[in-house]
C-alpha cells in the first residue's frame, strides 16, 4: 500500500493489485490494477471508497492509515462512490470493525449496500447535491452520476483542494508501483497507462458513452485541480487531460472515431486467411493505420481496445456447420453488448460444401448501425480472380475511413 499527501489533510492510498484472476470475472489485468481509497480530514474523519480482500488490500489500507495515526475505528464516514465488489468487498468486515461510522452513498446504493451485505443501519443517503460538513473548512458535495457504471453511482467533490473524487469514471487498469500523480510518470509510462485508459474503458464503460458525456458535464462547473479515480493515477497536474480523453473515447460510441481499421479474424485451415492477406494488402496500398486480432488466440479484451477506437472493421471468417466460426460469433456478441456501432464494416470468408456465415452474420449484427459493406465469400480456396477482388475491396474500405 502506498500513501501519498494530495493536499493538506487530504490523503491517496493506493494497493497495486498483481494476479491472474480476471478484472470483473472476464478482462485480463497482466499488468496489474490499482485499488485506490481516499481521506479527508476535518474535525471528522471520511473515507471515500473501499477495497476487497484482494492481495492483502484491507491490511495494506489498515498500515497505511496507521502511519497517519489513524485506525479504522476513528473514521466517521465512508463515502461510497459505487458499490461494485472491487471498492465495497470488504464492508462487512469494516462494519464489524468500526460499528459507528456512517455508510454514505446514494439512494440506489444504500440500497445496495442493504441487500448486498445485510447492513440496515447506520446508513445516509444523500441527494443530488448535498453536502457533508467534517469542520476545519473541509466539505463534501455529492453529485449523482448514474450509469458510469452502475445506476447508484455518484463522485465526491472536496472543494477546498479542488479534487474530484470520481471512482470508476476516468480510471485506467495497469499497476503504479511507488509512483501515484500524473507528474510523476514517463512519458513512456504515460503512453502506456494511455493504453490501459482506453482498454479500461472499451471494457467497462464503452456501453455508457451517454452517461460518461452527460455526467463530465454535469461537474464542467467545479474547479478542478485534480482527478482521483478509485483505478489508476491521480491527475493532478493536467487534470483536464483526462476528463477530455474520456470525452473523445464517448465520442468514438456515436462514431466516426479514429482514421484507422481494426482486422479481426479467423481460419481453419487457412482459406481465409489468404483471403484476408489480399485485403490487407489494398488498406496498406492506401496507408491506413490497422491492427490485427486473431481469433480464438487473443482475448477479447484487446480486440475491444482496438475494435472501440477504430472507425473500420475488417472481419473474417469462415463458414462453420452451417453459421459463423463460433469464436467470431462470441466476438460479435461482445460488440452487441458493449455497443460497438457506428463502424464501416467489410466481412469476408471462405466456405467448404456449403456457405450460412452471412445470413448468421446479418442476424448478429442487426441493431449495431454499422455501415456494411457488401461481403464477399468464396468456395474452398481463394482464386485469383477473388485474391484481386479481395484487394480492391480493402482499397475501397481504406478509402471511406480515409474521407469519413
Known sequence: ???????????????????????????????????????????????IDLVRDWNDAPKQLEEALASLGIGLGDVDYLILNHLEPDHTGWLREFRDRNPRAEIVSTVKGINLVSSFFNIHTGLRAVKDGETLDLGKGKTLAFFETPNIHWPETMVTWEAASGTLF???????????????FDEDFTEEEHRFFEGESLRYYANIVSSFSTFVERGIKKISGLPITCVAPSHGMVWRKEPQKIMDRYLRYAAYAKGPAEKEIAVIWGSMYGN???????????????????????????????????????????????????????????????????????????????????????????????????NSLESQEWAGAASAA???????????????????
Not at 487530504?10 to 491472474?20: N, P
Not at 470520481?166 to 509512483?179: H, Q, Y
Not at 482496438?306 to 463458414?319: E, F, I, N, R, W
Open 272 to 370: 481465409t486467411k489468404r483471403g484476408l492477406d489480399a485485403v490487407i494488402h489494398g488498406i496498406e496500398a492506401e496507408g491506413v493505420p490497422y491492427s490485427i486480432h486473431r481469433v480464438p488466440d487473443e482475448h477479447i479484451s484487446y480486440i475491444l481496445q482496438d475494435a472501440y477506437k477504430s472507425s473500420g472493421l475488417v472481419l473474417a471468417m469462415p463458414t462453420y456447420e452451417y453459421a459463423m466460426f463460433p469464436p467470431m460469433a462470441w466476438v460479435l456478441d461482445i460488440f452487441r453488448r458493449k455497443h460497438i456501432t457506428g463502424k464501416t464494416v467489410l466481412r469476408i470468408g471462405s466456405w467448404g460444401w456449403v456457405g450460412g456465415a452471412k445470413k448468421d452474420y446479418e442476424q448478429a449484427i442487426e441493431g449495431l448501425k454499422w
Open 386 to 404: 477473388d485474391l484481386t477482388a479481395l484487394e480492391v475491396r480493402g482499397r475501397d474500405l481504406a478509402r471511406i475511413i480515409k474521407d469519413a
Open 1 to 47: 500500500m502506498n500513501m501519498h499527501v494530495i493536499a493538506d489533510a487530504v490523503f491517496y492510498i493506493h494497493t497495486d493489485i498483481q494476479t491472474t484472476e480476471f478484472f470483473e470475472g472476464i478482462w485480463p489485468i497482466p499488468e496489474g490494477v490499482s485499488l485506490n481509497t481516499y481521506l479527508v480530514k476535518g474535525d471528522k474523519i471520511a473515507l
Open 166 to 180: 470520481s471512482c470508476d469514471a476516468f480510471g485506467s487498469f495497469g499497476a503504479l508501483g511507488t509512483k501515484g
